[in-house]
């Protein structure tokens, strides 16, 4: 295809002539707006591997509320009925993706394999948040469960 053909095709407004007096040519405006926000660098998000979850979790909130996308953690998709606007869903399924990008590029290479399969952002929010959080308090209490046995032994000692 020319380049004549692809300009009929791709134009709708008629090149302005080169040749007509400059009262007569015109200036052909072309506004764009970009919506999109930047987002946030994830790599700057230290990888969850188990460890330190309460951070983890601190730093993936904060970048996610940033972009006014957090309601994908806490809501599951809205039910396709009449009730549901297409707005809402849409918005749901904005919000879902970057949260699920978001989380998954956050997670280590096995906790990857592990909430891949998951389709929901809340999914696997509330999933990390029952089994890491459940993790932490065990080891805390059974930190506490030793602090009065230390105790006990210093005192004998």
Request: charged letters at 25%.
């Amino acid at each position: 295809m020319s380049n004549e053909d692809n300009s009929k095709n791709n134009s709708e407004v008629p090149p302005p002539k080169k040749d007509a007096p400059k009262d007569q040519q015109q200036t052909l405006v072309v506004l764009t707006i970009n919506y999109a926000k930047p987002f946030f660098d994830v790599s700057k998000i230290e990888i969850f591997t188990s460890q330190n979850f309460r951070r983890w979790q601190e730093r993936v909130s904060l970048t996610l509320n940033l972009h006014g996308v957090t309601s994908a953690l806490t809501n599951s998709k809205p039910p396709s009925t009449y009730t549901s606007t297409l707005k809402e869903v849409e918005t749901w399924n904005y919000a879902n993706k970057v949260c699920c990008s978001t989380i998954m590029n956050t997670l280590s290479n096995e906790l990857f394999d592990v909430y891949y399969l998951y389709k929901e952002a809340k999914e696997i929010w509330d999933s990390t948040v029952l089994k890491y959080t459940a993790e932490n308090t065990g080891q805390k209490l059974r930190h506490r469960q030793l602090l009065p046995l230390d105790n006990i032994r210093r005192e004998r000692h």
